[in-house]
């Protein structure tokens, strides 16, 4: 059974920079899918901030893509974000997900979430 | 970029009745050449993630109990639950993955009436 599961800090200061981690269970992210990130922010709608293929292609948001890297690790099944310069509009929950559809189709496999608050 | 507009924000539904949410996009996500439409559903409950019901409009994940059913093609889509359990009361999405970037719908909340 795939599982994912975020990590990273929950308290990220205005213009530094968010690092998540998602690491993957029960299946390896080298035999193949696009993994990705999605945001919701709190009492909002979501977010696709964009994904990653155990080769490194990625896909990214246009609207987020000057300030979004996502790497893999594929030695320690996991994949990273890291979106820099944030603000309090930055603050949300964060997913990682399995992507089943090309770099940006729909998801069967999520984190729970990881919540990521932008204040001093 | 394409825009996904649902109704209502919210609804409420007595038990056992029929709870039908609709989902619009500002362009078609039929592909032509495989006549797929490019339209997915999630449900989420509070404090979970979003929970994929429903892809290529009409196609209902593994699992998922028959009483979803997603219809429509083109622009226009409808998620409808036949008989609304107690379990059903959650915030409702649609995707398309149609074109970059994807997009979501803004939710629709079920309750129960």
């Known amino acids: 059974q795939v599982q994912l599961q975020e990590s990273g800090p929950g308290l990220v200061k205005p213009s530094e920079t968010l690092s998540l981690t998602c690491s993957v269970s029960?299946?390896?992210?080298?035999?193949?899918?696009?993994w990705g990130w999605i945001r919701q922010p709190p009492g909002k709608g979501l977010e696709w901030i964009g994904s990653i293929y155990h080769s490194g292609s990625t896909y990214y948001n246009p609207s987020l893509k000057s300030r979004v890297t996502i790497s893999v690790d594929t030695s320690k099944n996991q994949f990273s974000l890291k979106l820099s310069s944030v603000t309090a509009a930055d603050t949300a929950m964060y997913y990682c997900?399995?992507?089943?559809?090309?770099?940006?189709?729909?998801?069967?496999?999520w984190g729970q979430g990881t919540l990521v608050t932008v204040s001093s | 970029d394409i825009v996904m507009t649902q109704s209502p924000d919210s609804l409420a539904v007595s038990l056992g009745e029929r709870a039908t949410i609709n989902c619009k996009s500002s362009?078609?996500?039929?592909?032509?050449?495989?006549?797929?439409?490019?339209l997915a559903w999630y449900q989420q409950k509070p404090g979970q993630p979003p929970k994929l019901l429903i892809y290529w409009a009409s196609t209902r994940e593994s699992g998922v109990p028959d009483r979803f059913s997603g219809s429509g093609s083109g622009t226009d889509f409808t998620l409808t639950i036949s008989s609304l359990q107690a379990e059903d009361v959650a915030v409702y999405y649609c995707q398309q993955y149609y074109s970059t970037p994807p997009s979501f719908g803004g939710g629709t909340k079920v309750e129960i009436k």
């Open positions: 362009q078609s996500v039929l592909y032509s050449s495989n006549r797929k439409n490019y």
């Open positions: 997900a399995r992507v089943d559809l090309y770099s940006y189709g729909y998801s069967g496999y």
């Open positions: 029960g299946y390896s992210i080298s035999s193949g899918y696009y």
